[in-house]
């Protein structure tokens, strides 16, 4: 066993017995870098990343190519979602020097974490096209040892330029222009014949469509509309769903959504909950409630741990193979079902006797099959389940069962802080919209287990919780994302502790991550180790930006308490990278959702009326069932008396109800409209 042995990360606990010397990142590794003369070799992946499990396999479990490395580097393994600020970090020059990125992540630098080289994925032996890792590792020494001058200068240049991107300068604040660029943009990136932007591989894009839902409120656009729409179709027909078990596949490796990658990561399943909820709030359409819910059933069901909290991810493979847990032959569906229902189910999935992956497929001519419906026309906007899946129940519910009995794939069973907040907003949101108290619980219960085992008692969050061991200072993404879920929170279930918990953590993110100079929050703070670059960044890739939610965040709070110092802080977000922002604003799509409340018009609601009254409920449900993505909620039980929400937000302290009745007092543009009993009123104005 390597050092790794000593970690408590389930990743770096994969490779701890391979032959491979590795580190875990920290100061021993540097040190001996330093005292040996060595670059270092770092390698970034993460539990459930299939192409780093092969890289695993080919290289750092194979004795001749870890010799190598042992002898030309000192070798460092991290867990990209127990570090992002160094995933981070180093994905920049990664995607700076080559114009991609992914895991497994590659870097070499020196001593002083100075990179010089990055890639991602190398092989054992070079191939046209790629160099292997037995080339790769001779031509690095070679460079290190006869052209040292050539590698430092590199590597200087690589670090000048990093501190230029991370520090912008105040600029111009974006506005209405910005959403439209930002638009026109996505429509000519959009795939009109299946769904999502650009070509092969295609990654969900929650934060994306739900911009889009925003513009098409705004501008009443219908193809802003129809791009959602024929977006989240797709996904849902293709075989990036599981149909048997629920949840996202993390991304299609083809135009039309067939062949997943097959990992489940728990952010994809929070953010694509959310997307489809909004969608059902702002069409209508059954189906896209129904998959929320489906989504939140498989989350609940395998990712929550006893405590409460969210396991990180499920991997891609079991058996040794990538989607052995998913994959059907014929025979094996006819084991299950009886021949009418083997038949029918083959049907509407697609399913043939010699299988339907195609020849560039991994497992081709081996029978094995996705489950993919036929690819959708567009939407009709039918109400009621998709046509033909309540016929098949049955036969899903044996076919879990029946999956259930195989091997599955290894479960990441470390609790991430933020991505429990963007699983907490989810469950919060969708609490709302379908009327579900269960949902509302589990949302309190992870967000009472993140309040009480990943905060520690100066207020300052913790980033990960693993086998009863909170570690790592929390970052920026952190406190926005748990702060999201917070607010959505407080606005399921009315708890005023949620609020006061929003409210501090925003107020120490504001106090240790705050950029005072130019505006914005850094991913971490001063306290955090020093990485030679501090990075502020706006982008939003698979998870949106902790500056992008915070924006968000903190001009919702700032109208819930009438606070408007907070949305001053959010203003600065935008003027921080407004220069970015404009010579690409289609990369920033969750913060154009927060761009988009602030240009408002907002409604800021407070109900008035008795708990659990039908009339109270009504008013309630006129506010959460109605897309109305710019307005904020609070609620105030007339039978008490000094409510704590009144010491918050002190312009709710003369707002009662009426002739006994609930009440919702309006407000938009510093203007209070005369207060609703009727709760048909309070769904006009939303609309």
């Not at 270092?40 to 990343?49: K, Q, R």
């Not at 999502?196 to 591989?201: I, K, Q, T, Y």
């Not at 470390?414 to 919060?428: F, R, S, T």
Request: proline share 5%.
């Amino acid at each position: 066993m390597n050092r790794l042995a000593r970690e408590r990360s389930p990743y770096l606990l994969q490779h701890a017995d391979n032959p491979v010397d590795w580190y875990a990142w920290g100061d021993e590794a540097f040190a001996e870098a330093s005292e040996r003369d060595k670059p270092v070799f770092l390698s970034i992946g993460y539990s459930t990343c299939h192409w780093c499990h092969v890289m695993a396999h080919e290289s750092f479990e194979d004795g001749e190519i870890a010799a190598l490395l042992n002898e030309a580097f000192v070798n460092i393994k991290v867990d990209r979602e127990e570090r992002p600020d160094i995933d981070s970090l180093y994905m920049s020059v990664c995607q700076a020097l080559t114009g991609a990125g992914g895991w497994p992540l590659t870097v070499v630098m020196t001593p002083d974490k100075r990179p010089f080289f990055a890639g991602t994925y190398f092989p054992k032996d070079s191939f046209p096209g790629r160099i292997g890792m037995r080339d790769l590792i001779a031509r690095l020494s070679e460079l290190w040892e006869n052209e040292r001058e050539r590698v430092l200068a590199s590597a200087d240049d690589i670090v000048a330029w990093l501190k230029r991107e991370s520090s912008p300068q105040e600029s111009a604040e974006p506005g209405i222009a910005t959403l439209q660029a930002a638009f026109t943009a996505l429509k000519h990136s959009f795939d009109e014949s299946y769904g999502g932007f650009g070509d092969a591989p295609k990654f969900p894009s929650p934060h994306t469509l739900s911009f889009l839902l925003r513009y098409h409120r705004r501008f009443k656009d219908g193809s802003a509309l129809a791009m959602v729409t024929r977006t989240l179709d797709a996904m849902r027909a293709g075989g990036v769903y599981d149909h048997l078990g629920f949840g996202f596949h993390r991304y299609a490796t083809d135009r039309r959504w067939f062949l997943p990658h097959f990992e489940k990561m728990l952010y994809d399943q929070a953010l694509l909950a959310i997307v489809y909820t909004e969608a059902f709030q702002a069409t209508g359409t059954a189906p896209y409630g129904a998959t929320a819910r489906e989504i939140l059933g498989y989350v609940l069901r395998d990712l929550r741990s006893p405590q409460g909290g969210f396991y990180s991810a499920e991997d891609a493979d079991s058996e040794g193979r990538e989607g052995a847990y998913y994959l059907w032959t014929a025979d094996e569906v006819r084991a299950v079902l009886d021949g009418p229902a083997a038949e029918r189910w083959m049907r509407a999935f697609g399913m043939r006797d010699q299988g339907n992956l195609g020849k560039e497929a991994v497992l081709a001519n081996t029978g094995a099959n996705v489950l993919a419906r036929t690819f959708p026309p567009p939407h009709d906007g039918r109400d009621g389940a998709e046509a033909g899946l309540d016929d098949l129940e049955p036969s899903r519910a044996a076919l879990l069962a029946a999956r259930g009995r195989r091997i599955r794939p290894a479960r990441d069973e470390k609790v991430l802080c933020d991505w429990n907040g963007l699983m907490i907003a989810a469950l919060a949101k969708a609490a709302q919209v379908f009327e579900d108290p269960a949902l509302a619980a589990a949302a309190r219960r992870a967000a009472d287990f993140c309040l009480e085992h990943l905060r520690a008692p100066g207020g300052a969050l913790k980033h990960r919780w693993h086998e009863g061991q909170a570690a790592i200072d929390g970052f920026l993404d952190d406190y926005a994302f748990l702060v999201w879920g917070l607010i959505e929170l407080y606005e399921a279930v009315f708890e005023v502790r949620y609020l006061e918990a929003a409210l501090d953590l925003s107020g120490f993110m504001i106090a240790h991550f705050r950029d005072d100079a130019a505006g914005g929050f850094f991913f971490s703070t001063e306290q955090h180790e020093d990485l030679f670059v501090r990075k502020k960044e706006l982008v939003d890739g698979a998870v949106p930006s902790g500056n992008s939610v915070a924006a968000l965040n903190l001009t919702r709070l700032g109208r819930l308490t009438g606070n408007h110092a907070w949305e001053e802080h959010a203003r600065r977000i935008g003027r921080a990278f407004g220069s970015q922002v404009a010579r690409a604003p289609w990369i920033f799509t969750q913060y154009l959702c927060a761009l988009d409340f602030q240009l408002g018009p907002t409604q800021e609601i407070i109900v008035v009326g008795r708990t659990g009254k039908p009339d109270t409920e009504d008013m309630l449900r006129a506010a959460r069932t109605t897309f109305s993505p710019h307005k904020t909620l609070a609620f105030i039980p007339s039978e008490t008396g000094d409510h704590p929400l009144k010491a918050i937000a002190p312009h709710t302290a003369a707002m009662t109800s009426m002739r006994g009745a609930a009440t919702a007092y309006v407000c938009s543009g510093f203007t209070c409209l005369e207060p609703f009993t009727d709760p048909a009123g309070l769904m006009e104005i939303l609309r």
